[in-house]
């Protein structure tokens, strides 16, 4: 992941996972939940993401749009000035 | 849109009549958040909310609006700082997930002396009050902005 930094929010396959990476770090509430809707409609039923967010509001709605959508949070970490929100697609 | 996890008849209804910064930031996030939570939106802009939409606005305007002093001045520079992002860039993040309509208000046309051509793509439509009424008469939640 050296070198070219994807823009924000673009999803992106790292070479040693098969996460999809969505770094919507420096978006605006609510951007980063706004980029995980948009991922989880393009990509099939059991892929994993990485959303990746600075946003302190995300952390309250994007669990709560997870359980209203179905989808699950496989792992919630807060690293330094950002959040990992681990998350898998679970229906269409 | 089984996958945002709302039943297909929530609705929001906006009637946007503002077009400083300090409203159209707090427009489009509220409007995406509710396209984000599979709430179909409709939006009627009207007198300086369908400037807001007109070609040659630029996207970003960084006027607060008249009354708030230094406070107004405090809040542009914050935007500006904190690279606030795009109220239409959100917007148009809110249609690519969602439903969301934007409908010009045809009497305000009128009285700006604009035609369909001079509004934002974005727009979908001119359409009377009427018709947006009876559009959004099943509304959950109205807002007058």
């Known amino acids: 992941m050296s070198g070219a930094d994807p823009p924000p929010g673009t999803a992106t396959n790292p070479p040693a996972a098969s996460r999809l990476i969505v770094d919507a770090r420096g978006s605006w509430c609510p951007g980063p939940l706004m980029e995980l809707v948009r991922v989880i409609r393009e990509e099939p039923v059991g892929t994993e993401f990485e959303l990746l967010s600075s946003d302190e509001g995300s952390r309250k709605d994007v669990p709560m749009w997870l359980e209203k959508a179905g989808h699950r949070l496989v792992e919630f970490r807060s690293d330094s000035g950002f959040d990992r929100y681990v998350v898998q697609k679970t229906h269409e | ?145």
């Not at chain 2, 690279?83 to 046309?109: D, F, N, T, V």
Request: glycine share 10%; net charge negative; aromatic share 6%.
């Open chain 2, 1 to 145: 849109m089984g996958d945002v996890g709302a039943s297909p008849a929530e609705q929001m209804a906006v009637v946007l009549t503002e077009n400083s910064a300090d409203k159209l930031l707090p427009f489009a996030t509220l409007v995406s958040g509710a396209v984000a939570m599979g709430m179909r939106v409709d939006v009627f802009a009207s007198y300086w909310g369908l400037l807001a939409f007109r070609k040659s606005s630029g996207s970003e305007p960084a006027v607060v609006s008249p009354g708030h002093g230094e406070e107004g001045s405090r809040l542009e520079a914050a935007l500006r700082a904190k690279k606030a992002p795009s109220w239409r860039a959100i917007l148009q993040m809110a249609k690519s997930i969602g439903e969301l309509h934007i409908y010009a208000c045809s009497q305000s046309m009128d009285v700006l002396g604009l035609a369909p051509g001079d509004l934002e793509p974005i727009v979908d439509g001119v359409t009377g009050v009427a018709t947006f009424v009876d559009r959004t008469r099943s509304a959950n939640v109205t807002y007058f902005i």
